[in-house]
């Protein structure tokens, strides 16, 4: 497995979630890692994403919710997610794009889910 992803489950409005994605030394240097979902009926959507140099991008929905590091002694992403709305209640994803050949790598889903 390259992209081990956890830390999803239920939450209730208002709460909090840490979502952590191991990533495997075998893809190399990581230019871009981020995270993704998708809820039922809709495409997925790029939720945050960190860049070599640092920069993160965050989507509109979590711009001020959500924080994406990452820790390159550990070779993770973390998503900490706060102040968390039924709206964010998706299977979320985390990607990352090798340097070398700018190749995908795909994590498994982890289930989010926020009643209200």
């Known amino acids: 497995v390259q992209l081990q992803a956890s830390g999803g489950g239920l939450v209730q409005a208002g709460g909090s979630l840490r979502l952590s994605c191991e990533i495997s030394?075998?893809?190399?240097?990581?230019?871009?890692a981020g995270w993704y979902r998708q809820a039922p009926g809709k495409e997925r959507e790029q939720v945050a994403i960190?860049?070599?140099?640092?920069?993160?991008v965050y989507g509109d929905s979590v711009n001020g919710r959500f924080t994406i590091s990452r820790d390159n002694a550990k070779n993770t992403v973390t998503l900490q997610m706060n102040s968390l709305k039924p709206e964010d209640t998706a299977v979320y994803y985390c990607?990352?794009?090798?340097?070398?050949?700018?190749?995908?790598?795909w994590g498994q889903g982890t289930q989010v889910t926020v009643s209200s």
């Open positions: 960190i860049i070599s140099g640092g920069s993160t």
């Open positions: 030394r075998s893809i190399g240097n990581i230019y871009v």
């Open positions: 990607k990352v794009v090798a340097t070398w050949g700018r190749r995908d790598f």
